[in-house]
């Protein structure tokens, strides 16, 4: 399976008597993260798409459009009316634990908590909502913090205390409460992520579409939308790889933003953008319970790599960071008062806080050893190692012939057969994963079977149409933008030619059997996630989406392009928001695939009669200016590329397209060939 995502502001040089669509300059700070993510290394060695989500996050937080003045008209609590609240919460859990001298329940995975313990957290969980306290621990997550949160050393502490918070809030309602982590390791080595038991009413609730159930289900922010999830349309879970990369950064400036390199915070940014919906957005995420076990996980792994490294507790200097200073008063924090003070951004880093939390190592299991500690993970034997994973809810319904051998007594023996589904390895290239195991018949119930993947087409997208304060489709317009995709070098497909009644090396669709055509069909080897599939029958999901830099809301949708075919393409819509006489939409739209390897944006242009598509950044402006390059809603849209003619076939045309999107799978970083953009 392959989604597309791409980076992309669009442009208009030709609209006629006034632009409709121009090309804007990307944004110096969104310029100048890209350069500084893209100074070390190339596209070859790390997933484009990772560049584009952290930058555009860090943009959209630091410099954007944001909700400060969306607070409910009702609300009239102000910030320091809610830090003196959460002030009180620490004081007293603090003196708690002291009067108690032993320690509460250790941080563990959450399929690691009884049922009844995640019945107590969901219980408590739901009563500080209803009582306001859990939006006014969401609302911590403001612009108030905009640069001394997020994209610098302070991230890791502040979200410590941060968590501390929500913990100590909860043992308001339950003392025995303690906040448990999501490993997503769990989900990415799964077949199919969608079918973990997380995603049931007994654990986080729906992976996909309105949070109606689990932890946090029912759950609106404050400005009264519904929690949503649009789990796997983007970004990637944490792997083992990554743990284990995380836990090997050599020092603690390597670790933290600014860098050029893979970060803690980075990688962090991708789980962000996988479950998407509320998560996606900074200010919105703590709305979400997920966000929270997401950010526990993330503190383990500080407290891991710490272990690690002989227990560094050195704060970071980072020149030009001002919020991030290691004196630094942390903003919104209440007065502790086991520190004396207002905490500041090194204290975040010290032991004392440490001791406030401890953590369960994540389970493992081994294939002498397959018991993860819970009914709800099983060990996935592998050729060279083992690791737990989620139960898939599929599981129990399509191995009871397997389980029933336990009855039989002996051994199992399992051949792991993966022709249908291909995976790659690091080096980018296609490979099957076949393998045999053997496991005792009364261990059966610890061992995760693997089953075929499902198709990749995955399901709709359910957006939710915020944009500033409000959530209304009728304050969104819709263009139409293609998709031009190349073959990826490393596909395969069981269609094999025959050249004089011998195989061929190629399969028939390969553009390697056809010299003219190879000729311009010459795709690199970009990097891709480790977790990456893709499906056998070619279905290659193009993802595209839009992020407001005037407006605060993004719009995510898909195409779907022929993985066989040397070249194709297909045309699909992205919304954005309406622009107005008096506001015009500044925004950037992006496409890439579910490897993580974004698309060239390319913006229309004419001289004299000849149209083409010339390079651009994706950034771009639209205005109510005539003629319309717009739909006023999708159907308009869809009507502005195709014509009906009566009984005829429908004709299409494409004079309404300002944006196309090219998969060339270049090994050049995307925004190399952009030429310097001049504001319409």
């Known amino acids: 399976m392959l989604k597309i995502l791409v980076c992309l502001v669009a442009l208009n040089s030709f609209c006629g008597v006034k632009c409709l669509i121009s090309q804007i300059d990307m944004p110096p700070y969104l310029k100048d993260c890209i350069k500084l993510k893209t100074s070390k290394h190339d596209p070859t060695q790390s997933p484009s798409e990772d560049v584009c989500n952290t930058c555009?996050?860090?943009?959209?937080?630091?410099?954007?459009?944001?909700?400060?003045?969306?607070?409910?008209?009702?609300?009239?609590?102000?910030?320091?009316?809610?830090?003196?609240?959460?002030?009180?919460?620490?004081?007293?859990?603090?003196?708690?634990?002291?009067?108690?001298?032993?320690?509460?329940?250790?941080?563990?995975?959450?399929?690691?908590?009884?049922?009844?313990?995640?019945?107590?957290?969901?219980?408590?969980?739901?009563?500080?909502?209803?009582?306001?306290?859990?939006?006014?621990?969401?609302?911590?997550?403001?612009?108030?913090?905009?640069?001394?949160?997020?994209?610098?050393?302070?991230?890791?502490?502040?979200?410590?205390?941060?968590?501390?918070?929500?913990?100590?809030?909860?043992k308001h309602y339950d003392k025995d409460i303690t906040m448990p982590y999501w490993d997503s390791t769990k989900e990415a080595n799964m077949e199919n992520p969608a079918n973990s038991v997380l995603w049931t009413d007994d654990y986080l609730g729906e992976m996909n579409g309105v949070v109606n159930s689990g932890m946090c289900g029912g759950f609106r922010d404050l400005r009264g939308n519904p929690i949503m999830r649009n789990g796997g349309n983007a970004g990637s879970l944490f792997t083992s790889y990554d743990t284990r990369f995380v836990i090997n950064i050599p020092n603690i400036e390597r670790l933290t933003e600014p860098s050029p390199y893979v970060t803690l915070e980075s990688a962090h940014d991708n789980v962000h953008n996988w479950v998407g919906g509320?998560?996606?957005?900074?200010?919105?995420?703590?709305?979400?319970?997920?966000?929270?076990?997401?950010?526990?996980?993330?503190?383990?792994?500080?407290?891991?790599?710490?272990?690690?490294?002989?227990?560094?507790?050195?704060?970071?200097?980072?020149?030009?960071?001002?919020?991030?200073?290691?004196?630094?008063?942390?903003?919104?924090?209440?007065?502790?008062?086991?520190?004396?003070?207002?905490?500041?951004?090194?204290?975040?880093?010290?032991?004392?806080?440490?001791?406030?939390?401890?953590?369960?190592?994540?389970?493992?299991?081994?294939?002498?050893?397959?018991?993860?500690?819970?009914?709800?993970?099983?060990?996935?034997?592998?050729?060279?190692?083992?690791?737990?994973?989620?139960?898939?809810?599929?599981?129990?319904?399509?191995?009871?012939?397997?389980?029933?051998?336990?009855?039989?007594?002996?051994?199992?023996?399992?051949?792991?057969?993966?022709?249908?589904?291909?995976?790659?390895?690091?080096?980018?290239?296609?490979?099957?994963?076949?393998?045999?195991?053997?496991?005792?018949?009364?261990?059966?119930?610890?061992?995760?079977?693997?089953?075929?993947?499902?198709?990749?087409?995955?399901?709709?997208?359910?957006?939710?149409?915020?944009?500033?304060?409000?959530?209304?489709?009728?304050?969104?317009?819709?263009?139409?933008?293609?998709?031009?995709?190349?073959?990826?070098?490393?596909?395969?497909?069981?269609?094999?030619?025959?050249?004089?009644?011998?195989?061929?090396?190629?399969?028939m669709y390969d553009e390697h059997n056809y010299a003219k055509l190879n000729q311009y069909v010459k795709p690199g080897n970009p990097a891709v996630y480790e977790d990456c599939m893709e499906d056998e029958s070619g279905a290659f999901k193009v993802r595209l989406k839009s992020s407001g830099l005037s407006y605060f809301g993004s719009y995510t949708d898909y195409v779907f392009v022929d993985n066989r075919l040397p070249v194709s393409s297909h045309i699909g819509y992205i919304a954005v928001q309406k622009p107005t006489p008096y506001k015009p939409t500044d925004v950037l739209i992006t496409?890439?695939?579910?490897?993580?390897?974004?698309?060239?944006?390319?913006?229309?242009?004419?001289?004299?009669?000849?149209?083409?598509?010339?390079?651009?950044?994706?950034?771009?402006?639209?205005?109510?200016?005539?003629?319309?390059?717009?739909?006023?809603?999708?159907?308009?849209?869809?009507?502005s590329i195709w014509e009906f003619n009566g009984k005829f076939t429908p004709t299409e045309s494409e004079h309404n397209i300002y944006l196309e999107f090219y998969c060339d799978y270049s090994n050049k970083w995307i925004w190399d060939e952009c030429p310097h953009s001049k504001q319409g």
């Not at 009669?609 to 159907?635: A, Q, S």
Request: hydrophobic share 30%; with cysteine.
């Open 56 to 170: 555009v996050t860090r943009y959209v937080w630091i410099k954007g459009p944001n909700l400060k003045k969306c607070s409910h008209q009702q609300d009239n609590t102000t910030m320091a009316d809610i830090s003196r609240f959460f002030g009180k919460v620490i004081c007293d859990h603090y003196n708690y634990r002291q009067k108690r001298q032993a320690r509460t329940h250790m941080r563990q995975e959450i399929r690691m908590m009884s049922p009844q313990r995640r019945k107590n957290l969901r219980a408590a969980w739901k009563k500080a909502y209803d009582d306001g306290y859990f939006g006014w621990l969401a609302r911590f997550h403001n612009d108030q913090i905009r640069d001394s949160a997020h994209a610098g050393p302070a991230f890791p502490g502040y979200h410590r205390f941060f968590l501390l918070m929500l913990e100590s809030v909860l």
């Open 278 to 507: 509320t998560m996606a957005p900074i200010e919105l995420a703590p709305w979400d319970c997920i966000f929270w076990m997401h950010h526990a996980y993330v503190d383990y792994l500080w407290e891991v790599w710490r272990y690690n490294h002989n227990y560094d507790m050195k704060y970071p200097y980072k020149a030009g960071l001002p919020g991030h200073g290691p004196n630094t008063p942390m903003k919104n924090m209440p007065y502790m008062r086991f520190l004396g003070r207002v905490p500041t951004n090194k204290d975040g880093y010290s032991a004392r806080l440490a001791k406030l939390a401890y953590y369960q190592l994540s389970p493992t299991c081994s294939a002498q050893n397959t018991y993860c500690g819970s009914p709800d993970l099983q060990c996935k034997i592998g050729r060279y190692a083992s690791e737990c994973v989620s139960v898939d809810v599929r599981f129990r319904r399509e191995t009871q012939p397997f389980r029933q051998a336990n009855n039989r007594g002996g051994n199992v023996n399992f051949k792991v057969n993966r022709a249908g589904r291909k995976k790659r390895r690091a080096d980018h290239q296609g490979y099957y994963e076949d393998y045999e195991f053997s496991v005792p018949a009364d261990q059966i119930d610890n061992i995760h079977i693997p089953i075929e993947r499902e198709p990749c087409m995955g399901r709709p997208i359910q957006n939710n149409f915020i944009a500033d304060c409000s959530s209304d489709a009728k304050q969104w317009v819709y263009l139409p933008v293609k998709v031009v995709h190349l073959r990826p070098q490393e596909v395969v497909f069981k269609a094999s030619g025959h050249d004089y009644g011998q195989p061929s090396r190629y399969d």
């Open 591 to 639: 496409a890439s695939d579910a490897c993580g390897r974004l698309c060239k944006a390319t913006c229309r242009k004419q001289v004299g009669n000849h149209v083409y598509y010339e390079p651009c950044k994706g950034t771009i402006r639209v205005t109510p200016d005539m003629p319309l390059m717009y739909g006023n809603d999708f159907g308009e849209a869809v009507l």
